[in-house]
């Protein structure tokens, strides 16, 4: 902290002497001399010294602003967006279309449906930097479209330290109000079931046919051995609470070699209540008329424990050699029931049928990375360099016991279970056919080992790089789905009855409920195989040549050769592993990469760059498989003809770095996208999703960064203590248009697994889903060491995108425009030799909502409320 405060007024002084405001005699001691003279040099963003276009995010960016992960960091970032609260959106393209790594690795995903990691389950106390790439380079892999976000975590300290910080607050919409919850594990919050949701252990060794040849009394008593813990009752939610604490261990050898250790480890229980007005529709014709089936207040309580821990083992051998060991666990568990009352009809909601719909699901997210990396620098050939890693990682997902249930109003006036023998099964739309209990795992493992080579020449002040990685994941998935009915003949009275007393002992002693193994019968029918393994080997070889050709121009040439191997099986029911479900691919990719920095007057520069890149299917993309999206419980049908679109990028960013501190840039940027992967509904299938390749897309935007201290002492001859403020704005123009049939395609000529076809369009042309068309964020911020105090106000406003496609006649799901504004407090007072620091922050202090719509028409909205916390951390 001395430090921060001695760079900080020294770089106020600074300023100051550029405009000519400070008197030219000021005697300065001589230790601070080297401090001015090393200032001097400041770079006071990182972008401004490499070739490509680029914004980072360092440890005091992130000091700044409210909040507590890299997800909802990088959504302060010109041309970021936040989605769903846990996906980076660059430039308005999809996670399909940005890369995340750590530490210049890639790390294994939890999540089903996207190799992209969920940022909100990194926090922001393991990272040192966030790099946001946008143009590419040869370095990085060529599954590059939109840009890559390089999380780089923290390393070695130079002093020792430990921090403890722990954090209490709530949220206007839950906190003291009512949540909904079932009976669960033990060990619930700390973000594992103790076992409470695992398949019985008398089924676990049964394989789905071998559970339905099980003939009664024998196949009562499996059903009977599930824990009967479907009932819902309400209670008061809990405060948000966390801590973490953070250790800082240096060993300084009298041979000259060092050891630091850093460690952290941070808890956070969060509750959340969200009641959405719901509705859904049938669109009647090329009129655009509609009709509403569904009118549903939906009410969601959700538990979310994050659990992380970090641990970097450094030793410098010497100045020119050093190894680290990096490790890296990142837990997120949530328990969440979901209920949706109100009406529901296959025509029309205002002849409807009351229902009541639930869905108890528990899921636990686990990222684990072990790296050793070395750094060396060979002073006897020109100071070249040599990086190496090593990485063994892994994600998993598991969601044990996801219950669902519907009760519908029957015609004696009782709210009746449905079922597949129920009248209501086939007479309502968006409710659960069954009471059912599904199982799922996922298994995401990856080795990557690579090395990079970086060798100046004095020829043009050239640095010539050159690099190889290999990297293979591999994914396993399992599913297994029991239904659960009543018997035909079955007293009428048994479907009035409570879950818990549906599922009694005597229900099943009586013969009044049935239960099946229904993993193998999804896959038979609707192709939804239970189980799935897939695999992906890149090996990658670059080189580049970054050459100062001219006293103001310096060029940079670069190209990547890749040569993927994709296998892909699912399998389950009658389809055998290795049969019809699996696809083998190959691709080779050389991608060329060029960019120019011309800085025509001083601290003003030009950039240029043009690169080719590839946007390949995803492991799940290229099966024949169908799966239900766990975020959005849709179902998704995986499409075997699919081929990897390419990306031709163009980028122009005007930069001017002023004043001590302060910079502007204005960028501009096209993207030509050749077959690009997009998606559809399948006809005839419900509401099932698949992907495949549009004919054409383009994408283009604006840019506009600033970044100005605010000098009000010093221009109005005020207190310097005015001398604290400064603001940050970013604004970001996009637009795009997708073509998805060519000329004479209909909808019939393109391939889709199993022979079927995507339903007809809403529109041949469309913006590209998830792309807003404007974004921009605007940060004031006031920081004065002296009084130890930090506060900063953030404005953020993201456009209106589509979420999801329509078709036919249904038009396009969008979210509406929609404004945040966050406000930070920090205090930072002595404490003997030790500091303590107070924080307190609010989030969406003007209560603004969330808003999708379909035609005009609500299609989902909630109020998620003002969430606000207030903290405590101590330094030793």
Known sequence: ????????????????????????????????????????????????????????????????????????????????????????????????????????????????????????????????????????????????????????????????????????????????????????????????????????????????????????????????????????????????????????????????????????????????????????????????????????????????????????????????????????????????????????????????????????????????????????????????????????????????????????????????????????????????????????????????????????????????KAGYSTYERTRESEDRLFRFELQPGTPQYVAWQTPRQLFSNDNWIDQYLAVRDFSAGQANASGIFPFAESSEEVEGFYGSWDAQILSTVRLQLGVRDEQTDIVADAWGGNTDPGTENLVERSYSDTLPAVSMTWEFVENMQLRFAWSETVNRPSLLEITGSTLRNPEDQNLYRGNVFLEPADVENYDARWEWYFGSADEMSLGVFYKEFTDPIEIAKIQAQGDIFTWFNAEEAELEGVEFDIRKDLYFATWFDLDPVWDGFRIQANVSWIDSEVTLLGDGETAADIPLTGGRQIAPLFSNERQMTGQSDVLGNLLFVFEDYDLGITTSLAYNYTGERIVLVGENNAPDIIEEARRRVDLLFKYELPWGNDTLEFEAKAANILDSEVELTQGGQLYERWDPGVTYSFGLKARF
């Open 1 to 464: 902290m001395k430090r921060n405060r001695l760079a900080a007024a020294v770089t106020s002084v600074l300023a100051g002497l550029s405009a000519g405001t400070v008197a030219q005699d000021i005697d300065v001691p001589s230790p601070q001399i080297e401090e001015v003279f090393v200032l001097g040099e400041f770079i006071p963003d990182e972008k401004r010294d490499t070739s490509e276009i680029s914004n980072v995010v360092g440890e005091e960016d992130m000091n700044i602003v409210p909040e507590t992960t890299v997800g909802a960091t990088l959504a302060r970032v010109s041309g970021l967006s936040l989605v769903g609260g846990k996906y980076v959106y660059v430039r308005g393209l999809g996670e399909r279309y940005s890369s995340t790594l750590l530490n210049r690795s890639r790390i294994s995903s939890p999540v089903p449906f996207q190799k992209t990691v969920p940022l909100d389950i990194v926090p922001n106390n393991i990272v040192k930097s966030l790099l946001v790439q946008k143009t590419y380079s040869a370095q990085y892999p060529g599954d590059f479209s939109g840009g890559v976000v390089d999380i780089r975590t923290k390393t070695i300290p130079d002093e020792d330290y430990l921090t403890a910080k722990l954090r209490i607050g709530g949220n206007s919409e839950t906190t003291g109000g009512d949540g909904i919850f079932y009976r669960g594990g033990e060990n619930d919050n700390w973000g594992w079931d103790d076992g409470t949701r695992k398949i019985p252990k008398n089924i676990q060794g049964l394989t789905s046919e071998e559970f339905e040849d099980v003939d009664y009394p024998a196949k009562s008593n499996l059903g009977a051995s599930f824990y009967n813990n479907w009932d819902i009752y309400e209670k008061d939610m809990k405060p948000i609470y966390s801590g973490d604490l953070e250790l800082g261990k240096r060993f300084d050898l009298d041979n000259g070699q060092a050891i630091g250790i850093l460690a952290n480890v941070k808890y956070t229980n969060i509750w959340n209540n969200t009641i959405k007005d719901l509705a859904r529709y049938e669109f009647t014709g090329v009129d655009g008329g509609s009709n509403q089936t569904v009118d549903y207040t939906r009410w969601i309580t959700k538990q979310t424990v994050n659990l992380s821990g970090f641990l970097n083992v450094g030793w410098e051998i010497n100045q020119d050699n050093s190894l680290s060991v990096t490790a890296l666990n990142l837990r997120q568990s949530e328990d969440e029931v979901q209920q949706d009352r109100g009406f529901s009809s296959e025509d029309d909601v205002t002849d409807g049928t009351f229902v009541e719909s639930y869905r108890l699901q528990w899921t636990e997210n686990e990222i684990i990375s072990y790296s050793l990396n070395g750094e060396h620098y060979f002073s006897g050939l020109n100071d070249m360099l040599l990086e190496w890693r090593v990485v063994d990682g892994s994600g998993s997902r598991e969601a044990p016991d996801t219950r669902t249930y519907t009760y519908a109003e029957d015609n004696s006036g009782n709210m009746a279970v449905v079922h597949p023998g129920s009248q209501a099964a086939g007479d309502l739309r968006d409710v659960y056919q069954a009471p059912d209990r599904n199982y799922s795992k996922l298994d995401d493992t990856i080795e990557e080992y690579g090395f990079d080579i970086e060798l100046p020449l004095d020829f043009l002040d050239s640095v010539i």
